[in-house]
Protein backbone atom coordinates (compact mmCIF):
# COMPACT_ATOMS: atom_id res chain seq x y z
CA UNK A 1 0.00 0.00 0.00
CA UNK A 2 1.77 3.43 -1.28
CA UNK A 3 -0.94 6.17 0.01
CA UNK A 4 0.97 7.02 3.02
CA UNK A 5 4.40 6.91 2.32
CA UNK A 6 6.70 10.01 0.69
CA UNK A 7 6.38 9.67 -3.08
CA UNK A 8 9.28 7.57 -4.38
CA UNK A 9 8.20 5.06 -7.21
CA UNK A 10 6.47 6.03 -10.23
CA UNK A 11 4.91 3.67 -12.61
CA UNK A 12 5.13 5.29 -16.49
CA UNK A 13 2.56 3.35 -18.12
CA UNK A 14 2.92 3.66 -22.03
CA UNK A 15 6.54 3.74 -21.33
CA UNK A 16 7.56 2.61 -24.92
CA UNK A 17 5.34 5.56 -26.42
CA UNK A 18 6.93 8.87 -27.60
CA UNK A 19 5.63 10.63 -24.66
CA UNK A 20 6.70 7.76 -22.43
CA UNK A 21 10.19 8.30 -23.71
CA UNK A 22 10.24 11.55 -22.78
CA UNK A 23 8.97 11.30 -19.36
CA UNK A 24 11.56 8.77 -18.90
CA UNK A 25 14.24 10.85 -19.65
CA UNK A 26 12.71 13.85 -17.67
CA UNK A 27 12.32 11.38 -14.64
CA UNK A 28 16.16 9.79 -15.16
CA UNK A 29 17.80 12.30 -13.23
CA UNK A 30 15.40 12.45 -10.32
CA UNK A 31 15.37 10.39 -7.23
CA UNK A 32 12.25 8.76 -8.00
CA UNK A 33 11.92 5.11 -8.96
CA UNK A 34 11.30 4.44 -11.89
CA UNK A 35 8.88 1.52 -13.40
CA UNK A 36 8.25 1.39 -16.69
CA UNK A 37 5.59 -0.71 -18.80
CA UNK A 38 5.28 -2.29 -22.56
CA UNK A 39 3.87 -4.94 -23.54
CA UNK A 40 7.18 -5.99 -25.81
CA UNK A 41 9.88 -8.22 -24.54
CA UNK A 42 11.81 -6.56 -27.82
CA UNK A 43 11.66 -3.17 -25.62
CA UNK A 44 13.04 -4.26 -22.24
CA UNK A 45 16.77 -3.54 -23.06
CA UNK A 46 16.00 0.24 -24.63
CA UNK A 47 13.89 1.32 -21.45
CA UNK A 48 16.53 -0.28 -19.22
CA UNK A 49 18.81 1.90 -21.36
CA UNK A 50 17.40 4.93 -21.06
CA UNK A 51 16.71 5.15 -17.50
CA UNK A 52 14.10 2.70 -16.22
CA UNK A 53 14.93 1.14 -13.27
CA UNK A 54 12.35 -1.43 -13.08
CA UNK A 55 10.45 -2.72 -16.86
CA UNK A 56 6.91 -4.70 -16.76
CA UNK A 57 5.88 -6.30 -19.49
CA UNK A 58 2.21 -5.47 -19.12
CA UNK A 59 -1.02 -5.55 -21.34
CA UNK A 60 -3.66 -3.01 -19.35
CA UNK A 61 -6.67 -4.91 -21.56
CA UNK A 62 -5.62 -7.57 -18.50
CA UNK A 63 -6.46 -6.05 -14.72
CA UNK A 64 -4.16 -8.50 -13.09
CA UNK A 65 -1.34 -6.99 -15.42
CA UNK A 66 -2.68 -3.27 -14.06
CA UNK A 67 -2.36 -4.74 -10.27
CA UNK A 68 1.12 -5.66 -11.33
CA UNK A 69 1.96 -2.21 -12.39
CA UNK A 70 1.22 -0.09 -9.81
CA UNK A 71 1.97 -2.28 -6.99
CA UNK A 72 4.20 -0.32 -4.46
CA UNK A 73 4.03 3.01 -6.67
CA UNK A 74 3.08 5.88 -5.62
CA UNK A 75 2.59 8.33 -8.29
CA UNK A 76 1.14 6.87 -11.80
CA UNK A 77 2.16 8.64 -14.79
CA UNK A 78 -0.48 7.36 -17.86
CA UNK A 79 0.92 7.87 -21.40
CA UNK A 80 -1.35 5.04 -23.07
CA UNK A 81 -2.58 5.15 -26.47
CA UNK A 82 -3.86 3.39 -29.51
CA UNK A 83 -1.86 2.53 -32.37
CA UNK A 84 -2.89 3.52 -35.99
CA UNK A 85 -6.19 1.59 -35.84
CA UNK A 86 -10.23 1.46 -37.53
CA UNK A 87 -11.07 1.55 -33.61
CA UNK A 88 -9.83 5.50 -33.24
CA UNK A 89 -13.19 5.90 -35.62
CA UNK A 90 -15.21 3.43 -34.68
CA UNK A 91 -14.12 2.62 -30.82
CA UNK A 92 -14.88 0.10 -29.00
CA UNK A 93 -12.35 -1.91 -26.98
CA UNK A 94 -9.69 0.45 -26.69
CA UNK A 95 -7.07 0.78 -24.40
CA UNK A 96 -7.74 4.96 -23.55
CA UNK A 97 -10.87 2.98 -21.74
CA UNK A 98 -10.14 -0.10 -21.31
CA UNK A 99 -6.85 -0.18 -19.97
CA UNK A 100 -6.64 3.24 -18.50
CA UNK A 101 -9.62 2.31 -16.25
CA UNK A 102 -8.01 -1.31 -15.16
CA UNK A 103 -5.12 1.10 -13.60
CA UNK A 104 -7.35 3.69 -12.25
CA UNK A 105 -9.16 0.72 -10.52
CA UNK A 106 -5.58 -0.71 -9.54
CA UNK A 107 -4.49 2.50 -8.26
CA UNK A 108 -7.30 2.76 -5.97
CA UNK A 109 -6.66 -0.12 -4.74
CA UNK A 110 -2.96 0.47 -4.30
CA UNK A 111 -3.89 3.99 -2.65
CA UNK A 112 -1.29 5.75 -4.76
CA UNK A 113 -1.18 9.39 -3.82
CA UNK A 114 -1.28 10.72 -7.55
CA UNK A 115 -2.65 9.80 -11.29
CA UNK A 116 -1.42 11.87 -14.14
CA UNK A 117 -3.40 11.10 -17.49
CA UNK A 118 -2.38 12.09 -20.66
CA UNK A 119 -5.98 12.86 -22.03
CA UNK A 120 -6.07 15.20 -25.81
CA UNK A 121 -7.32 18.06 -26.22
CA UNK A 122 -10.74 17.48 -28.16
CA UNK A 123 -12.02 14.89 -25.14
CA UNK A 124 -15.39 16.39 -23.08
CA UNK A 125 -15.64 19.96 -23.33
CA UNK A 126 -12.28 20.85 -25.24
CA UNK A 127 -14.03 19.66 -28.24
CA UNK A 128 -13.89 23.10 -29.87
CA UNK A 129 -9.94 23.07 -29.25
CA UNK A 130 -9.72 20.41 -32.30
CA UNK A 131 -10.37 20.73 -35.75
CA UNK A 132 -13.83 19.28 -36.82
CA UNK A 133 -11.91 16.92 -39.60
CA UNK A 134 -9.62 15.72 -36.89
CA UNK A 135 -12.34 15.27 -34.18
CA UNK A 136 -14.13 12.67 -36.85
CA UNK A 137 -11.38 10.35 -37.76
CA UNK A 138 -10.03 10.21 -34.08
CA UNK A 139 -14.27 10.43 -32.57
CA UNK A 140 -14.16 6.58 -30.95
CA UNK A 141 -10.37 7.66 -29.15
CA UNK A 142 -11.89 10.61 -28.19
CA UNK A 143 -15.15 8.95 -26.64
CA UNK A 144 -12.70 6.45 -24.88
CA UNK A 145 -10.90 9.53 -23.39
CA UNK A 146 -13.85 11.54 -22.44
CA UNK A 147 -14.96 8.15 -20.14
CA UNK A 148 -11.28 7.59 -18.77
CA UNK A 149 -11.37 10.81 -17.46
CA UNK A 150 -14.65 10.37 -15.78
CA UNK A 151 -13.55 7.40 -14.27
CA UNK A 152 -11.01 9.22 -12.67
CA UNK A 153 -12.47 12.22 -11.61
CA UNK A 154 -14.98 9.39 -9.92
CA UNK A 155 -12.16 7.44 -8.84
CA UNK A 156 -11.46 9.45 -5.42
CA UNK A 157 -7.80 9.35 -5.96
CA UNK A 158 -5.63 12.60 -6.12
CA UNK A 159 -5.23 12.79 -9.93
CA UNK A 160 -4.08 15.29 -12.66
CA UNK A 161 -5.77 15.70 -16.57
CA UNK A 162 -3.64 16.84 -19.29
CA UNK A 163 -5.00 17.36 -22.04
CA UNK A 164 -2.09 18.53 -24.89
CA UNK A 165 -2.89 19.64 -28.21
CA UNK A 166 -1.29 18.03 -30.99
CA UNK A 167 1.77 16.23 -29.95
CA UNK A 168 4.92 17.14 -32.14
CA UNK A 169 8.66 15.53 -31.86
CA UNK A 170 10.29 18.88 -31.42
CA UNK A 171 12.68 19.65 -28.49
CA UNK A 172 11.29 21.30 -25.01
CA UNK A 173 10.33 24.68 -25.56
CA UNK A 174 9.76 25.50 -21.56
CA UNK A 175 6.95 27.42 -22.34
CA UNK A 176 3.38 26.17 -21.71
CA UNK A 177 0.15 27.72 -22.45
CA UNK A 178 -2.16 25.87 -19.71
CA UNK A 179 -6.18 26.68 -20.16
CA UNK A 180 -8.96 25.29 -18.05
CA UNK A 181 -12.46 24.56 -18.64
CA UNK A 182 -12.54 22.84 -22.11
CA UNK A 183 -12.89 26.38 -24.12
CA UNK A 184 -9.41 27.42 -23.47
CA UNK A 185 -5.99 26.99 -25.94
CA UNK A 186 -6.12 25.46 -28.95
CA UNK A 187 -2.98 24.05 -31.17
CA UNK A 188 0.12 21.91 -30.73
CA UNK A 189 2.91 20.96 -28.22
CA UNK A 190 6.19 18.83 -28.20
CA UNK A 191 5.94 15.76 -25.84
CA UNK A 192 8.71 17.08 -23.99
CA UNK A 193 7.26 19.90 -22.80
CA UNK A 194 3.98 17.42 -22.15
CA UNK A 195 6.58 15.17 -20.02
CA UNK A 196 8.02 17.96 -18.12
CA UNK A 197 4.03 19.39 -17.08
CA UNK A 198 3.43 15.44 -16.61
CA UNK A 199 6.56 14.60 -13.95
CA UNK A 200 5.79 17.57 -12.20
CA UNK A 201 2.28 17.48 -11.39
CA UNK A 202 2.11 15.55 -8.70
CA UNK A 203 4.37 17.98 -6.85
CA UNK A 204 2.23 20.71 -7.74
CA UNK A 205 -0.29 22.11 -5.31
CA UNK A 206 -1.59 24.41 -8.26
CA UNK A 207 -2.45 21.09 -10.19
CA UNK A 208 -4.53 19.11 -7.70
CA UNK A 209 -7.47 17.72 -9.07
CA UNK A 210 -7.80 19.66 -11.99
CA UNK A 211 -8.21 19.03 -15.80
CA UNK A 212 -5.64 21.48 -17.93
CA UNK A 213 -5.33 21.91 -21.40
CA UNK A 214 -1.16 22.92 -22.61
CA UNK A 215 0.13 23.64 -25.44
CA UNK A 216 3.52 26.23 -26.30
CA UNK A 217 3.49 29.54 -26.53
CA UNK A 218 5.10 28.90 -29.75
CA UNK A 219 2.02 26.36 -30.78
CA UNK A 220 -0.86 28.59 -29.97
CA UNK A 221 -3.49 28.44 -32.41
CA UNK A 222 -6.30 31.34 -32.39
CA UNK A 223 -6.68 33.57 -29.22
CA UNK A 224 -6.17 31.23 -26.23
CA UNK A 225 -9.69 32.07 -23.47
CA UNK A 226 -9.60 31.09 -20.09
CA UNK A 227 -5.76 30.77 -19.40
CA UNK A 228 -4.32 29.73 -15.84
CA UNK A 229 -1.62 30.35 -14.15
CA UNK A 230 0.15 27.23 -12.88
CA UNK A 231 3.17 27.05 -10.76
CA UNK A 232 4.90 24.11 -11.99
CA UNK A 233 7.32 22.20 -9.55
CA UNK A 234 10.01 22.01 -12.00
CA UNK A 235 12.48 21.93 -9.18
CA UNK A 236 11.00 17.91 -8.12
CA UNK A 237 12.57 17.52 -11.55
CA UNK A 238 16.19 17.39 -10.43
CA UNK A 239 18.21 15.38 -7.49
CA UNK A 240 17.99 15.97 -3.99
CA UNK A 241 21.79 16.99 -3.71
CA UNK A 242 21.18 19.05 -7.19
CA UNK A 243 17.86 20.79 -5.05
CA UNK A 244 19.94 21.88 -2.05
CA UNK A 245 22.66 23.47 -4.32
CA UNK A 246 20.33 25.74 -6.06
N1 LIG B 1 -0.91 12.42 -31.56
C1 LIG B 1 -1.37 13.55 -31.08
O1 LIG B 1 -1.27 14.63 -31.70
C2 LIG B 1 -2.02 13.55 -29.71
C3 LIG B 1 -2.55 14.75 -29.21
C4 LIG B 1 -3.06 14.78 -27.91
C5 LIG B 1 -3.08 13.61 -27.13
N2 LIG B 1 -2.59 12.46 -27.66
C6 LIG B 1 -2.60 11.27 -26.79
O2 LIG B 1 -1.40 11.25 -26.04
C7 LIG B 1 -1.12 9.91 -25.63
C8 LIG B 1 0.33 9.57 -25.94
O3 LIG B 1 0.53 9.63 -27.33
P1 LIG B 1 1.97 9.22 -27.95
O4 LIG B 1 1.84 9.39 -29.44
O5 LIG B 1 3.05 9.95 -27.25
O6 LIG B 1 2.05 7.68 -27.53
P2 LIG B 1 2.36 6.38 -28.41
O7 LIG B 1 3.69 6.54 -29.05
O8 LIG B 1 1.19 6.07 -29.29
O9 LIG B 1 2.50 5.28 -27.26
C9 LIG B 1 1.41 4.61 -26.73
C10 LIG B 1 1.86 3.69 -25.62
O10 LIG B 1 0.71 2.93 -25.18
C11 LIG B 1 1.12 1.59 -25.03
N3 LIG B 1 -0.02 0.69 -25.19
C12 LIG B 1 -0.92 0.65 -26.21
N4 LIG B 1 -1.83 -0.32 -25.99
C13 LIG B 1 -1.49 -0.90 -24.81
C14 LIG B 1 -2.06 -1.96 -24.02
N5 LIG B 1 -3.13 -2.63 -24.41
N6 LIG B 1 -1.45 -2.29 -22.85
C15 LIG B 1 -0.32 -1.65 -22.45
N7 LIG B 1 0.25 -0.63 -23.15
C16 LIG B 1 -0.33 -0.27 -24.31
C17 LIG B 1 2.18 1.37 -26.10
O11 LIG B 1 2.95 0.26 -25.73
P3 LIG B 1 3.65 -0.73 -26.80
O12 LIG B 1 4.95 -0.11 -27.12
O13 LIG B 1 3.76 -1.98 -26.08
O14 LIG B 1 2.76 -0.77 -28.02
C18 LIG B 1 2.94 2.69 -26.01
O15 LIG B 1 3.89 2.62 -24.98
C19 LIG B 1 -2.13 9.04 -26.36
O16 LIG B 1 -3.20 8.73 -25.49
C20 LIG B 1 -2.62 9.94 -27.49
O17 LIG B 1 -3.93 9.61 -27.91
C21 LIG B 1 -2.05 12.40 -28.92
Redesign the pocket.
Given at each position: MAGSRTPDRVLI????????QELLSVLRPTDLAVRA????YA?VDTLERHGADEVLV????ESADAVAAVEDCDIVCC?????PSFRHVTGGKL??RT?VVNLVTAAVAEEVSHFVF????GVGNSKAGMPFPARLVVRG?LSA?RDAETALRRSGLQYTIVR????TNEPPTGEVVVGEGGDSVSGSIP?ADVARVMAAAPFTPDARNRTLEVVSRDGLSGTPTNVVSVDWADDRLTAAGERRRL
Open positions: AGASGATGTTRSNADFFALGTPVDGESAISKPGRLR
